[in-house]
């Protein structure tokens, strides 16, 4: 069974730094590419950043770029979404996302990042 | 980036009704584009990807279509278990981007 378990979100001061993780089992992890997106709270759905199976490219929404960091090890079966400058329009649950070929087909459950003091 | 303009933001709708809801891309994406579900408090779902096909283990009730731009979603005879935030997707391009979504009510 395909599982995203995304972990690492809670409450963050402005200014603050936060790193996300989203733990996947299931499947081979090295072969499919991956995307962060969140949804800020009564909101849409946000795309925020892209990684290739092998990590040798990387895309961002131009919401983050600069500020956030997506990761992955191959060998632990992980990815990473490392924020910083956190504001408060960055507080969202922030969903890990499976991509086969192109469209989506696996979501995490979601971890909720609050930016506030 | 590529705007999806989805339609209506919200319905309502009974058990056993056909429900439609339509997407629009603000240019071409060939069938790029997805259908997904979500139930509040819960992860999106997907359900239709290239437009038209459905994921495993999705039930045939769920219908996707394509004229050029313009995508519709289908819902034969709305089940309980339906009720929800519907958003299309477009994955034409490595930024995605999503509908505004449209949400199916009890009537």
């Known amino acids: 069974e395909v599982q995203l378990v995304e972990s690492g979100g809670g409450l963050v001061q402005p200014g603050g730094s936060l790193r996300l993780s989203c733990t996947t089992s299931g499947f081979t992890f090295s072969s499919y590419e991956m995307n962060w997106v969140r949804q800020a709270p009564g909101k849409g759905l946000e795309w925020l950043a892209y990684?290739?199976?092998?990590?040798?490219?990387?895309y961002y929404a131009d919401s983050v770029k600069g500020r956030f960091t997506i990761s992955r090890d191959n060998a632990n079966n992980a990815l990473y979404l490392e924020m910083n400058s956190l504001s408060a329009e960055d507080t969202a649950v922030y969903y890990c996302?499976?991509?086969?070929?192109?469209?989506?087909?696996?979501w995490g459950q979601g971890t909720l990042v609050t930016v506030s003091s | 980036d590529i705007q999806m303009t989805q339609s209506p933001s919200s319905l309502s709708a009974s058990v056993g009704d056909r429900v439609t809801i339509t997407c629009r891309a603000s240019?071409?994406?060939?069938?790029?584009l997805g259908w997904l579900q979500q139930k509040p408090g819960k992860a999106p779902k997907s359900l239709i990807y290239?437009?038209?096909s459905l994921h495993s283990g999705v039930p045939s009730r769920f219908s996707g279509n394509r004229s050029g731009t313009d995508f519709t979603f289908t819902i034969d005879s709305l089940q309980p278990e339906d009720f929800a935030t519907y958003y299309c997707q477009q994955y034409s391009t490595s930024s995605w981007t999503f509908g505004q979504g449209t949400k199916v009510e009890i009537k």
């Open positions: 990684i290739s199976n092998a990590a040798t490219t990387i």
């Open positions: 240019q071409d994406i060939s069938n790029y």
């Open positions: 290239a437009a038209s």
């Open positions: 996302a499976r991509e086969s070929g192109g469209p989506t087909d696996y």
